[in-house]
């Protein structure tokens, strides 16, 4: 009978292993975008599987060679910046190496003759901690949103996760490599020290999520900010339209008085005042889509202030199927771009092209260049203070036009800098955003 339970033991446990490796994979996907392709999928199977089946016994060496595998295999299974697979990937590894380690070690300090039920519990607490998660991280991101934060946050994540990565490496740092068994007394500093590991990679992970929310809510608050400023702006215009014609034929009636008088200067000079009143300009109006005209009208008086030449034709329909905080960024994040770069550069033309044609979304920015790149050309580092609101870059316009299947270009072409973006419009995105 044991016999028999051990077979159907054997048989179900990969199967098992299987089913929390899916699990894993579909949990990490509220992280990062993962990338398509089925060998690229079949690859990150291939890990989780390995971090649930592998052997990760405290003070074994094979820890140490987990981790590349895992940070290696999140830089080239998912999508986005390379510190935040890197973060991503190593909280990961502290979630597989911490339950291995408390599990797998079992083996080394249990009778042998229950090992077998050792292993059966340890198989069904390594599916039960994969069904725990994806369902702790659906309820945390019901949303499904990828994670979006600025390097600085990832930066600081990164910093956090330092802490439990030494503690589950020095296991095996000072006690591996040749030595198979350690005292009782670092067995029980181990498992005095490895749940506080994975409650810290887990609070890594959830801290990750709520200041992904935040930042989504920085973002928004920002664009309500530029709207609000944009419709002030509009009813002050109509508010000087309506003084206007109320007085005009005050001034009519002043600017004649001083032409029969004579006073052909001071007629002029009146009418030229007259002229240049911000009510006979009004607000400008770029396009039809309203988040584009909101945020090219600023760039666009930003631009005269700083002594910029604006060549801009726009024609955007009223509705995209784009959120409107993703085309906030695209187009206020190159545009800060092209006028940080333009103010150093001698000529002070910023051309913009937009169009949408065909089920495409086309942006076009060039300007003067007078920096440096990277190889890749991805390189553009912001001069700005505040680079929480500003460094987002060229890699973060990318992230957004990858998200939506589109394309994000950038080259440097005698001394021009020119931007290309191109985002197909999506059936599956659904524009519920609204400030």
């Given amino acids: 009978m044991r016999h028999i339970g051990l077979l159907i033991f054997t048989i179900l446990k990969y199967p098992i292993f299987l ?53 290696g295999l999140f830089l080239l299974g998912y999508q986005g910046s390379r510190i935040a697979r ?57 949303d499904h949103k990828v994670l979006e934060l600025p390097k600085q946050m990832w930066c600081l994540c990164a910093l956090l996760s330092l802490a439990p990565l030494f503690a589950v490496l020095s296991f095996s740092v000072w006690n591996g490599f040749g030595r198979n068994q350690m005292d009782i007394g670092q067995y029980r500093i181990a498992y005095t020290v490895l749940p506080f590991v994975l409650l810290s990679a887990l609070a890594i992970l959830a801290a990750m999520m709520i200041l992904s929310r935040q930042w989504e809510l920085v973002q928004t608050a920002s664009l309500a900010n530029m709207r609000e400023a944009y419709y002030e702006k509009l009813q002050h215009g109509e508010a000087q339209v309506r003084t206007l014609r109320h007085d005009l034929r ?114 076009r920015v060039e300007n003067s260049f007078t920096g440096t790149t990277d190889s890749s050309g991805n390189t553009f580092e912001t001069t700005k203070q505040n680079r929480v609101l500003h460094g987002f870059g060229i890699r973060g316009m990318r992230e957004i036009a990858t998200r939506y299947g589109g394309t994000l270009e950038t080259r440097v072409h005698d001394h021009r800098f020119e931007l290309i973006a191109c985002l197909p419009f999506r059936a599956d995105v659904v524009v519920t955003e609204q400030v």
């Fill in 19 to 71: 089913a929390g490796a899916l699990l894993w994979e579909r949990a990490s996907r509220y992280f990062l975008t993962a990338k398509p392709g089925k060998f690229v999928f079949a690859t990150r199977l291939i890990l989780f599987c390995a971090g649930m089946t592998g052997p990760m016994w405290i003070g074994d060496e094979n820890l140490l060679f987990f981790l590349p595998m895992f940070i």
């Fill in 86 to 142: 890197a973060v991503v990937g190593t909280v990961f590894y502290l979630l597989f190496a911490g339950i291995g380690m408390i599990l797998d070690t079992s083996f080394n300090i249990l009778p042998t003759g229950v090992w077998t039920l050792a292993e059966a519990m340890s198989a069904g607490i390594k599916l039960t901690a994969p069904v725990f998660f994806y369902l702790l991280v659906r309820k945390l991101n019901p």
């Fill in 250 to 363: 005050n001034h009519l009636s002043a600017a004649q008085g001083l032409l029969e008088r004579g006073e052909i200067k001071q007629a002029q000079n009146y009418l030229a005042e007259l002229t240049a009143s911000p009510a006979l300009h009004g607000t400008k109006r770029i396009c039809e889509n309203e988040i584009a005209n909101i945020v090219l009208t600023e760039k666009m008086e930003t631009m005269e202030r700083c002594g910029l030449l604006a060549d801009v034709l726009v024609t955007l329909p009223k509705e995209l199927p784009v959120l409107d905080t993703d085309l906030c960024a695209l187009f206020g994040n190159a545009l800060d771009n092209a006028i940080e770069a333009g103010e150093k550069a001698e000529n002070k033309t910023i051309l913009v092209r937009a169009r949408a044609d065909r089920g495409i979304l086309m942006l």
